[in-house]
């Protein structure tokens, strides 16, 4: 810190402060929670339609970022615009919608289309603002209230904590109702088919070597036999079944080396093979695979359901996956 010139130290002590008002914000919106929320949630739940979310400037940006979330964990959600609304948008929200309306003031005039038109058409409207006698929170079935919190704009003006207590009860809204829901990772991989949360949330079933691609021998195989069914599967071991087609044991290169010297062409398949093999189930994710063999130090690793195999998983399956 001695190396540190006046200004860095200032900027430093700046950003700490904004970050403590911010907190000390999101602190007074946790003890303000109450029984409007699972109000919201209820109506939110329950809705044959979507969540239509609106608001303008600062609040119309959160607002964007909440229906993504939204729509990103099982309930569909969009944005619009108030200004767009009044020229024909509004045509967009139907009877079988709930309109989440965002305005620390509350009175935002551009919302009031929107919410003359909730109210015309009996459209649920949950309001989210910082006043309880303002018009969006009296105008709403349910009017979630923001506590009074300090700005952390040191003119007071510009909004920061209003925005991030606005965001984090989106952030609750969503997650809530994930878990209501019962939300899972497969729900969640079905909407984020791509980048690195599609990749992180592949299951073993996704990129496994099925069928005809499986090494697989019986343990009364010679290895004369072995050998060049692993060989053409090119996977670098082979699983071993018992007359019941169950899988007792794996046979490795290591294996093929260490029993090298035993006259291993006249020894079967189960003289040579591990029996502590390692398998995974093919519901696993892909990322969960990946450890086990990274933890054990191998390269392949059977998928088995009931004993049954029905999958081997490769690490460069994993790697051409994207998963590491």
Do not use: W
Not at 135 to 160: H, K, M, N, Q, R
Request: glycine share 8%; charged share 20%; with cysteine.
């Amino acid at each position: 810190m001695n190396n540190i010139n006046t200004t860095t130290l200032k900027d430093l002590e700046h950003a700490k402060q904004v970050l403590l008002i911010e907190t000390a914000g999101l602190t007074k919106l946790s003890q303000s929670l109450n029984e409007t929320l699972t109000s919201a949630l209820d109506i939110i739940q329950n809705i044959k339609g979507r969540v239509i979310v609106t608001g303008m400037g600062k609040s119309g940006h959160v607002a964007k970022k909440i229906a993504a979330t939204l729509s990103s964990t099982g309930k569909p959600a969009f944005f619009i615009h108030p200004g767009e609304a009044s020229h024909g948008d509004i045509g967009m929200i139907s009877k079988d919608d709930v309109v989440l309306a965002l305005s620390n003031s509350g009175e935002t005039p551009e919302l009031n289309d929107i919410i003359s038109y909730t109210r015309r058409f009996n459209i649920p409207l949950i309001g989210m603002t910082s006043q309880l006698s303002s018009t969006l929170a009296l105008e709403s079935d349910v009017s979630l209230i923001l506590p009074s919190a300090e700005e952390a704009c040191f003119i007071g003006l510009a909004p920061t904590t209003s925005t991030t207590m606005m965001m984090a009860y989106g952030d609750v809204l969503a997650v809530v109702l994930m878990q209501r829901q019962g939300f899972s990772a497969e729900d969640f991989k079905l909407r984020h088919p791509g980048g690195h949360l599609g990749q992180s949330l592949l299951k073993v079933s996704d990129i496994m070597h099925v069928g005809d691609a499986l090494p697989i021998a019986r343990e009364l195989d010679l290895m004369t036999e072995v050998l060049p069914e692993m060989t053409k599967k090119n996977l670098g071991c082979i699983g071993i079944i018992n007359n019941k087609d169950n899988l007792t044991g794996i046979v490795t290169d290591g294996d093929l080396r260490r029993h090298m010297a035993n006259g291993i062409l006249d020894l079967t398949a189960a003289e040579v093979m591990n029996p502590n093999v390692k398998t995974i189930r093919p519901a696993a994710l892909a990322s969960e695979a990946l450890q086990i063999m990274n933890n054990a130090k191998i390269t392949g690793l059977f998928v088995s359901d009931k004993q049954k195999i029905v999958g081997l998983l490769h690490v460069h399956d994993c790697l051409r996956a994207g998963i590491a």
